[in-house]
Nanobody
Framework: QVQLVESGGGLVQAGGSLRLSCAAS????????VGWFRQAPGKERELVAA????????YYADSVKGRFSISRDNAKNTVCLQMNNLKPEDTAVYYC??????????????????????WGQGTQVTVSS
C-alpha cells in the first residue's frame, strides 16, 4: 500500500511562488494517475490539477490554469505542483492522492474526488494580500 506525504507549503505574499511535493513510499506510483486537491475553510475539497501515468496528460482547474503546473518524477516517486502568481484565494490545505481507476476509466472520471485514495495529510498554503 502506498503512503503519500505532501510538503512545501507555507506563507507567501500575493504574486509569489511555492512548489509542493508529493512523495510516495511503500510502493512506487507506477501506473497511477495522481491529483492535487485543495480545501479552504468552509468549502468542499476541489481538484486543482491531475496528471496521468504514462502519456503526459494533465488537467488544471480553470482557477489555476496558466499559474500552476503539475509534473511527476517517476525515478524519485514524486509528483510536484509548481504554483506561481499566487493569490489570496489560493489559500487552503493542499492534498495529493492517487487514482483508484486506471486507463480509460480514469480519463472518464478523473474530475471526481471519489476516484482517489491514499490521501496525504495535507500541507497548508497561505497567501497574504
Amino acid at each position: 500500500q502506498v503512503q503519500l506525504v505532501e510538503s512545501g507549503g507555507g506563507l507567501v505574499q500575493a504574486g509569489g511562488s511555492l512548489r509542493l511535493s508529493c512523495a510516495a513510499s511503500g510502493r512506487t506510483l507506477s501506473g497511477d494517475a495522481v491529483g492535487w486537491f485543495r480545501q479552504a475553510p468552509g468549502k468542499e475539497r476541489e481538484l486543482v490539477a491531475a496528471i496521468s501515468w504514462g502519456d503526459g496528460f494533465t488537467y488544471y482547474a480553470d482557477s489555476v490554469k496558466g499559474r500552476f503546473s503539475i509534473s511527476r518524477d517517476n525515478a524519485k516517486n514524486t509528483v510536484c505542483l509548481q504554483m506561481n502568481n499566487l493569490k489570496p484565494e489560493d489559500t487552503a490545505v493542499y492534498y495529493c492522492a492517487k487514482s483508484r481507476l486506471y486507463d480509460a476509466n480514469w480519463y472518464r472520471y478523473y474530475r471526481n474526488t471519489g476516484v482517489y485514495d491514499s490521501w496525504g495529510q495535507g500541507t497548508q498554503v497561505t497567501v497574504s494580500s
